[in-house]
């Protein structure tokens, strides 16, 4: 299961990254990486983009970006 399929509320831990250019290194470097615990909180009204809370902050995240984090639900 990919983090852009997960709906809000949702908790899930994620796995891996399943991309390795800049985007990849853009998701790690704002920590996104696996282990990490990860709360879907909501979609924007248009459903993109999430909006996560992981290690005490919030971020949000396209769904075209998302879809590349794959998670296991919690």
Do not use: W
């Not at 992981?54 to 590349?68: I, K, N, P, Q, V």
Request: charged share 30%; aromatic share 4%; with cysteine.
């Amino acid at each position: 299961m990919t983090l852009d399929q997960i709906k809000p509320g949702s908790h899930c831990r994620i796995k891996k990254l399943s991309i390795g250019n800049k985007l990849g290194q853009r998701l790690m470097d704002m920590g996104v990486y696996s282990g990490i615990k990860v709360k879907v909180l909501r979609n924007a009204p248009l459903k993109d983009p999430m909006e996560l809370e992981l290690d005490g902050y919030c971020m949000s995240l396209r769904h075209d970006e998302a879809r590349f984090v794959e998670v296991e639900v919690l």
